[in-house]
């Protein structure tokens, strides 16, 4: 599995939008801002058929799925592309959580916290795959009891499958067995969740309409800039409104629009597909889609891959020939401010350490001094904080011209203008740090 994004019935990104939200304002009356004549116009705008259309199939859902990837490699992402609004689809192996049940739980207990953290009011739908490979009915409850004690803090979240009285959905991908049950339940579901039944003003689709038509030029982005002008056309003048709908679209899983940052903010991805597509092009799991050696060693950049791929540090001719020269810079900067990567400063070469891709060794020393602790042990450690500290401590580090820290899987040290002999050590999920 890969971080991916598709369309059910593989629609085409426009006509779904398109028929999504104009499921969701077929029957939009005037809101506030909106002037009678403002509203009469802008149903002029569209097509007669499409607005007939929408009105007929005004009960009908198109979905956009999106596949999280179940590699620890692309935890880190979550806090980019996990929206509040939506159904959450959880896949499990039953046979082996039957086999190994301690194993399963952490697994099954990562995932549920990851989405109650992104997505505290979004439906939880559990799917057990492979139900042929479990064939007791004493096996299927000992499941049912394990998963209830897990899910009873979610109860307002998780959906019941009615059906075989189950907490979980047994799916059996070879006979077919309980892929009706899970797909009627999940639009069931939908339907009745309070988001699906929220109504926008048409003026929102018609600048979605102007934004897309940019998409059709091949180009995946736009700035924020030229959506205000956009909108200005049709007669949205308020930045706070138009801030709001990028919110709700991006909610609806239709664009991307980041604003943790005056940077991120500045650009509207259009296509979401490709944003993970070129992310993930560098940020994957090598055991399942690994690189091309051979590839890179015909471009001279055999030793770069090896860097990447032993020390988590990427090169900027690594990215020019993985991304193309016209986007490079635009993504170096998009995954530095989401804090995917940092400059490494320690070399002198451009160079950028990827957290998510450190491997595991032994640190060579272990700081003794004064220490303190963060505990989640009685919360949720949100997925990715470390590799995003890595980032913070790395970039700060190399700004006081500290000797290089070193990297691994789970544990950090750093120096912060302290000149070492030996340089500090860095790993994936825990940190050790000298001050002065």
Avoid at 159 to 186: V, W
Wanted: net charge positive.
């Amino acid at each position: 599995k890969t971080l991916t994004r598709s369309k059910v019935k593989n629609s085409t990104l426009k006509s779904s939008i398109r028929r999504s939200v104009a499921n969701r304002v077929r029957e939009t009356q005037n809101t506030k801002g909106d002037t009678e004549s403002s509203q009469e116009d802008f149903v002029k705008q569209f097509d007669t058929k499409l607005l007939v259309k929408a009105r007929s199939e005004k009960d009908n859902l198109i979905f956009s799925i999106w596949d999280y990837g179940g590699q620890q490699v692309f935890y880190t992402l979550h806090h980019l592309f996990m929206t509040k609004q939506g159904v959450y689809i959880i896949v499990f192996d039953m046979l082996q959580f039957v086999c190994q049940r301690t194993n399963s739980l952490h697994r099954m207990k990562f995932w549920i916290d990851s989405v109650t953290l992104h997505a505290p009011d979004a439906l939880l739908l559990i799917v057990g795959a492979f139900a042929d490979k479990v064939r007791t009915q004493t096996e299927i409850r000992s499941i049912e009891v394990s998963l209830k004690e897990l899910l009873k803090t979610r109860k307002k979240q998780a959906i019941e499958n009615t059906i075989d009285s189950l907490c979980y959905f047994p799916l059996n991908n070879r006979t077919g067995y309980g892929i009706e049950n899970i797909r009627g339940t999940i639009a069931q579901a939908a339907l009745g969740h309070e988001f699906v039944k929220q109504q926008v003003p048409l003026r929102w689709v018609r600048l979605l309409d102007k934004m897309l038509e940019t998409e059709q030029k091949e180009k995946h982005w736009i700035s924020l800039t030229a959506v205000r002008n956009m909108a200005k056309k049709v007669g949205m003048t308020s930045y706070n409104e138009l801030i709001f709908m990028l919110k709700r679209f991006r909610e609806f899983g239709i664009v991307v629009h980041f604003s943790n940052t005056e940077t991120l903010r500045e650009v509207v991805f259009l296509d979401p597909k490709w944003l993970i597509n070129q992310i993930c092009k560098v940020i994957r799991d090598k055991k399942v889609h690994g690189f091309n050696e051979k590839e890179f060693e015909k471009v001279g950049l055999a030793d770069d891959l090896r860097q990447l791929s032993e020390n988590g540090l990427a090169t900027r001719d690594l990215f020019e020939y993985v991304w193309g020269k016209s986007e490079i810079d635009f993504l170096i900067d998009l995954m530095r401010q989401t804090m995917l990567l940092s400059d490494w400063k320690f070399t002198g070469q451009n160079e950028y350490i990827i957290p998510s891709l450190l491997t595991d060794h032994e640190l060579e020393e272990v700081f003794s001094g004064p220490s303190f602790f963060f505990d989640f042990s009685t919360t949720i450690l949100p997925p990715g904080l470390f590799h995003r500290i890595v980032c913070l401590c790395s970039s700060y580090s190399g700004k006081l011209k500290s000797e290089p820290p070193q990297l691994s899987r789970t544990c950090a040290s750093f120096w912060f203008g302290k000149l070492k002999s030996e340089p500090p050590q860095l790993s994936r999920t825990c940190a050790s740090f000298w001050f002065g």
